[in-house]
């Protein structure tokens, strides 16, 4: 079950998280998704897994800009952030590629060593450290109550709508259609 709320300045929410969340901005596109994310979360893994396709095909045909948020709420979950987001400044599309495997990884069962995995430098790794506790005060400022939570505006109109947990593919492609649409 996931919980709704509307949210009335999509502009602003954009202002915040260009500056802290991994970007995939199309040009002069109506939509803006952002997903607040942890890499141990169940719920990210599932929104990956089930509608990462469908979110790349949106920025694709320039209909969405999508920005992922680091908000580690694990545990010592926040150097693989880190780790993360220096993929993301070597190749964006890297990124994703990798986000998708350690999803696959996390649902199966199967992550293990997921350190050894990005190839990241310690110096990338330190220095990312603290953009990912930006993200996460970030992510509080804007009211998400965890992970993940999932914020879809429509920027023409300036309004938008925010979801706490993955709401299942079907409603999540309903939200996004509506708010597209309006």
Known sequence: MSDEWLIKDIRRVL??????????????????IVIFYDLYCPG??????????YLLELFREGKASLYFVDYPVHRGVEKFHAAFRCIYKRDPLIFLEVLKRHYEAY????????????GASNDC??????????AKSIAKELGAP??????????VKNIGQGVFGY???????????????Y
């Open 44 to 53: 990210c893994a599932l929104l990956e897994d089930e509608a990462g396709d």
């Open 15 to 32: 202002e915040k998280v260009e500056g802290v969340g991994l970007g995939f901005r199309a040009q002069s596109s109506r939509l803006l």
């Open 167 to 181: 709401p299942g593919l079907m409603k999540f492609m309903k939200i996004i259609e509506e708010l597209y649409i």
């Open 125 to 134: 790794i330190n220095e990312e450290l603290q953009r990912v506790m930006e």
């Open 107 to 118: 649902l199966s069962g199967k992550l293990k060593g997921e350190e050894t995995i990005t």
């Open 146 to 155: 965890g992970t993940p939570t999932i914020i879809i505006g429509n920027l």
